[in-house]
């Protein structure tokens, strides 16, 4: 039973482009939500996050947006530069202190 | 401020032996998680410690144990290890008194069973 979803393997976008990357899930407990990126063989890394009493979020290049009718949520990143070629992760988190679950990740690739 | 360290970085076992992996969190975050990653079954959370004490638990078996000493340090024990066991293996602190914190990773230890 997978509680957050990434439905997109794979993402492929030009250089100065808008990249969106989705993530639904399914437990209506969730109430806190993240996006980590990742290289191979490394620790992800912490982008940005959203709590569920918002419904949008801003940090520079990167917007989370947050749907909660939906149970999705979408991670916009304004320009897309070659240096965000990178695994993305959502995960979510609901009353269960320190247990975050992860959606199955997309590949982001942005062409030069 | 450092962030999260885990030693060692790489290890080779053979099935049967046990293995000790270790995590240093930030300083002042008195949560620390564990996670497998695996190409199959991507990111699945172990356990977690606060406090001294696991506040929560995945779905893994026995053979999977951890404890945190006083002053917030992490180690994972997994025993009779097992092919399947091969994984990148992840720690992550949060300041934690709330199931929002954020959670910060760290490198992670590549651990291969032969």
């Known amino acids: 039973d997978q509680q957050v979803k990434q439905n997109s393997p794979s993402l492929s976008v030009q250089e100065g482009r808008i990249s969106i990357l989705n993530c639904d899930y399914t437990?209506?407990?969730?109430?806190?939500f993240l996006w980590y990126k990742k290289y191979p063989a490394e620790g992800p890394t912490f982008l940005i996050s959203i709590s569920s009493i918002k419904d949008k979020n801003e940090d520079g290049r990167f917007t989370v947006f947050l749907n909660k009718s939906a149970k999705h949520l979408s991670l916009h990143i304004v320009p897309s530069q070659p240096g965000d070629s990178a695994v993305y992760f959502c995960a979510a988190t609901g009353n269960q202190g320190g247990k975050l679950i992860f959606g199955q990740g997309t590949e982001l690739s942005v062409k030069p | 401020k450092a962030g999260v360290t885990q030693t060692p970085r790489y290890l080779i076992k053979t099935r049967g032996q046990q293995v000790t992996l270790s995590c240093s969190p930030i300083s002042g975050h008195r949560s620390v998680s564990w996670y497998q990653q695996t190409p199959g079954q991507g990111l699945q959370f172990l356990f977690e410690y606060f406090s001294e004490t696991q506040r929560n638990k995945g779905n893994f078996p026995g053979r999977f144990s951890g404890r945190q000493f006083s002053n917030s340090r992490s180690e994972m024990n997994v025993s009779t290890l097992e092919l399947g066991d091969s994984a990148l293996y992840l720690c992550a602190s949060s300041l934690a008194d709330r199931g929002t914190d954020t959670q910060y990773f760290g490198p992670g230890t590549r651990l291969t069973v032969l």
């Open positions: 437990n209506s407990m969730f109430d806190y």
